[in-house]
Every structure is written in C-alpha cells, then in structure tokens.
C-alpha cells in the first residue's frame, strides 16, 4: 500500500460516515496526546471542522487494486463550529479545540505524516506508510488561522470607555 492507496481509503471513510462530505477539505491529523488518529474535514462557509477518529490496520484484499486500507471509527465524530466552539488554540506544534460541552482533542497536522498500517515488514519495510499532504497541509493551517480570528473576534469586549465615563458615580 502506498500513500496515496492509504489517502483515498481515508476519503472513502470520511465519505461514509459525514453527511455532505463533498463540501470538505480533507488533511490527516495524529494525536497530540493519547488517543486516535483523525480524518479532519474543514470548510470555510459555514466554518466547520469535523473531527473523525480512525483506527488504520493494515487489511490484505484480493482483487485488481491490491492492497487496501480497512478503517473504522474508533470514537464519535466531532463538530466544531462558532455555536459550540470554546477554544481553538495553536499549541506551537499542533492545535487544541475544546467544545462548550466539555469535549477536548490536540492534534497535529503534518505535510508527510508517517502512519503505522500495520503492515508486514515484507510488504512495506516498517509497517508504516508516508502520506503526502504539503498543500493540503498548509490550507488547513490558514484555515485553523482564519477559524481562531472569527472566534476572537466574537470574544472581543468593544471598546467603550466614552460611555463608562458619563454614568454617574453611584451607578
């Protein structure tokens, strides 16, 4: 299996499981911590980012395609956007989102993650097979960005000295 088998399986996955897939930009993201990997679809309008955890083993399928990747969702897919977003934060090396429900996931996008497959050291040395993802890769980090700017700016308090400074004093 190369990477770009492994790229599209990841679509197929993401495909089946996201209603309106087709209005998302997909990246590869891996766990800043303990946890899944992720398939992350990203839009602009309306600003949303969907987390879907995967679980990527390395599955031998006879037929014209030859390798093939399986996947599954390890965990429920998640929805970020400007109703339910608490904080979305560049940690300097990856991301951390925090939802006003209390759910919290650091990830880390790279241009070529390296992802283990599981595969047998006859068919791919390691286990491990390299995905491409540079453009893809640098969209997604202007997009996350763009995502923190709208939020901050819904966090911003006006600036209105002028009007704190006419109340009176016992107000």
Do not use: W
């Amino acid at each position: 299996m190369n990477g770009k088998e492994l790229k599209g399986a990841l679509r197929e996955l993401f495909e089946d499981r996201v209603m309106n897939h087709g209005d998302y930009t997909l990246v590869y993201a891996q766990p800043s911590g303990p946890g899944p990997s992720l398939v992350l679809g990203y839009r602009l309008t309306p600003l949303e980012l969907v987390l879907c955890p995967v679980e990527v083993e390395h599955l031998l399928c006879a037929g014209t395609d030859g390798h093939r990747a399986a996947t599954r969702p390890t965990a429920p897919i998640r929805s970020l956007d400007l109703t339910n977003a608490a904080t979305v934060a560049d940690t300097g090396t990856g991301y951390q989102v925090q939802t006003v429900t209390g759910f919290r996931m650091g990830f880390e996008v790279d241009e070529a993650p390296r992802i283990l497959t599981g595969a047998t050291a006859a068919e791919s040395g390691d286990g491990t097979v390299v995905v491409d993802q540079g453009e893809d890769a640098e969209d997604f980090h202007q997009f996350m960005g763009h995502f923190m700017d709208v939020l901050d700016a819904y966090y911003q308090v006006p600036n209105n000295i002028e009007s704190l400074q006419t109340l009176p004093a016992n107000a």
